[in-house]
Every structure is written in structure tokens, then in C-alpha cells.
């Protein structure tokens, strides 16, 4: 079974501040963006390696690759990025053949803490299932908004997205060619939207995604902790 692991990284990342993109921001000494495509390599060397990227940012990713020691520079394809994650995710499966002997791991950069075990618990997920999303359990109270104001809702009936989403090659590129251009939040509602059901398995608290500017520090944190 062939795997391949797409990084999403295509946007501007404006919201975090700074010049540079939020997955070329530095979290322990390493940009973003390197967490994760260690991750996958930690996991298994033999993972074939994407990164989709917004196509002005190419140099200066690859002066932050060739700056690191020999044996952090994973080997790995770089890919244009589209007008949006949905265009950028089909630019990111563009080559992939489309068989059942290949699953592809879609995961977004802005994820820098996703392990080893929780990339494993996705491969196997998907062998069985087809296509396999994370989701962690919802902690926080949720109120569900309404023209007059708002409504409780039972939190045990939700649950949070995460990534690496996986599925089986055939399967995500046929769903991908099904559907109509639009924007899709994620590639499970892609899978759902070409009539398949992706299955869940256990995601982590601990897999968050960098969004805001205090966001860098409790990475680097975690990132130190583990």
C-alpha cells in the first residue's frame, strides 16, 4: 500500500501577523511547516511527501529547507497552490495514481503537533473504512445561535474536525471529479458531498491549530514537552 501525505499550505496566513506566512514562522526553532512533514517521515520513511504551497513563497521555502541540517531536509515535492484549500487540495492529489493501493493523507500545516501514533491510527482507519476523519470530543458548552438570541445544545452531540484526513486514492480522487467547483470547509464534506461516508477515528487535544499570534508560543511549548 503506497501512502502519500499532502501538507496544505497554500494560503497567506494574514491573521497570525507578522511578514512571513504562518507556516514559515519559526516554533522551536524549526518553521511550521517542517513539524509536520517530519511527523509523516518519523512515521514511515517510505510516506511520499507533498507540499502545496502559494507559488511566490517556493524560494523562500527552499532557502528555509537548505538552511537546516542535511538529515532534517526530508525529500519532498513541492506543488502549486490554488484560489482556495479545495483548489489547492486537488493540485495537491494531481499525479497521485488513483487506485485502491495508494491512500493519501490530506493535513494542514497549520497542525504542527500531529504525531506519529495519530498518523498511524489514520492509515489503518482508512484501510478498513475508505476515507477516515479525527475528531476529538467537544469540551466547551455550545450555544447554538438564533434570530432571537441563542439556544443550548447538547455538546455530546458534536464532535471537533481535525486532520490528517485519509483516504483511499481511488476513492478521494473520484469524489474530488464528482462534486461542483465550489469551497468546501474540508475534504470529509468533499467525500460526503460525492455520496461516501468517511468513519472517525480518534483524533488529539493536543493536535491544535496555530490561528492566532499567542497560538506560536503554546506550540512551541507542547512541541518541547513532547
Excluded at 137 to 150: A, F, K, M, N
Aim: proline share 7%; hydrophobic share 40%; with cysteine.
Amino acid at each position: 500500500m503506497e501512502k502519500y501525505a499532502v501538507i496544505v499550505a497554500g494560503g497567506e496566513g494574514t491573521r497570525i501577523g507578522g511578514a512571513l506566512p504562518k507556516q514559515f514562522r519559526d516554533i522551536d526553532g524549526r518553521p511550521m511547516l517542517w513539524w509536520s512533514l517530519k511527523a509523516f517521515h518519523d512515521e514511515d520513511p517510505s510516506t511520499r511527501l507533498r507540499v502545496v504551497l502559494h507559488p511566490g513563497f517556493f524560494d523562500d521555502w527552499d532557502l528555509m529547507i537548505k538552511a537546516l541540517p542535511t538529515d532534517e531536509q526530508f525529500e519532498h515535492e513541492v506543488i502549486c497552490g490554488g484560489r482556495s484549500r479545495t483548489e489547492s487540495v486537488m493540485n495537491g492529489i494531481n499525479g497521485i495514481p488513483a487506485t485502491s493501493d495508494a491512500l493519501i493523507a490530506i493535513h494542514d500545516a497549520a497542525r504542527p503537533l500531529v504525531t506519529t501514533d495519530m498518523i498511524s491510527r489514520g492509515w489503518m482507519a482508512a484501510l478498513t473504512a475508505g476515507g477516515a476523519v479525527p475528531v476529538v470530543p467537544v469540551t466547551d458548552s455550545l450555544r447554538r445561535l438564533t434570530e432571537d438570541g441563542s439556544v443550548a445544545v447538547n455538546r455530546d452531540d458534536f464532535a471537533v474536525v481535525q486532520t490528517p484526513q485519509v483516504f483511499r486514492s481511488d476513492l478521494l480522487k473520484a469524489a474530488y471529479g464528482k462534486v461542483p467547483p465550489g469551497i468546501y470547509s474540508d475534504d470529509a464534506t468533499v467525500f460526503e458531498a460525492a455520496g461516501m461516508k468517511p468513519a472517525l477515528y480518534e483524533g488529539s487535544p493536543r493536535n491544535m491549530k496555530v490561528t492566532n499570534p499567542g497560538d506560536l508560543e503554546i506550540a512551541a511549548l507542547m512541541l518541547r514537552d513532547k
